[in-house]
């Protein structure tokens, strides 16, 4: 492990994770992530640079805002630490190569989607499709793990392989939920999920192909359940009517994935 690669890509991700909380604030408000400058949700004043240091500025402000004193959410350093922690994993692991860029790059839209869901209820096809885009350009550089694709498929030139096996993994994860939630509607006559999941799924096939997939959606789905059960015992609700953002848990689950099971 090079210390100064992982130091460097932590602030870094410090850095980039302040851009991340500007997405996640103004992407599902449909408002530019360029201009204007960060401003106050609160008071619309325009925040100085010297306040707009990640972490540091929330400290020194005492997690307030310096023109009208209104509490700026914990969300703000919080998403700033994890992209910093993300990153810094990632370089650990990959070091500055292409797989380590790719990783990089996925954590950061695992990072804005899991905080749209979880505000929101919210999976901008901005990050879910435009990332499936992203994913299918960088699968033509980075193979793409098949499983049993890989299997089936022995012989085809490696890029054109990881391409389709990006496709059929985003198939494979995307259109049985899609179908699992329409016969779900029609027995119920009830929502199950929306089209946002479902887009999801399929960026996680495209990035993350069949093994690290089923590891990031076990990992999801099983940490869904368990916090549905917590919070409906501490709220006191009954399990059936608590309602959880669902893509909240696949991001986690996906963002841990390749940490932990990638090679």
Sequence with gaps: MNVFTVAFSAVFGLIFGSFLNVCIYRVPRDLSVVMPRSFCPECGERIAWFDNVPVFSFVLLRGRCRSCAERIPWRYPLVEIVTAALFAAVAARYGWTLPGLKWTLFEALTVVLFWTDLEERILPDEFTLGG???????????????????????????????????????????????????????????????????????????????????????????????????????TRRSIRTTSLPLGAFLCFGAAIAPLVFGK
């Design 132 to 234: 499936s885009v992203l994913g299918l350009a960088i699968a033509s550089v980075v193979p793409v793990n098949g499983g049993i694709f890989d299997w089936l498929l022995p012989h085809w030139p490696r890029p054109v392989l990881s391409l389709l096996i990006a496709v059929l993994c985003a198939s494979a994860f995307a259109l049985p939920f899609w179908l699992l939630g329409r016969l779900y509607e029609r027995v119920r006559q009830a929502d199950a999920f929306g089209l946002g999941d479902v887009k999801l799924l399929a960026l996680l096939g495209v990035f993350l192909g069949w093994n690290l997939g089923v590891n990031a959606m076990l990992i999801g789905f099983v940490s869904g359940a368990v916090g549905g059960l917590v919070y409906a015992v501490v």
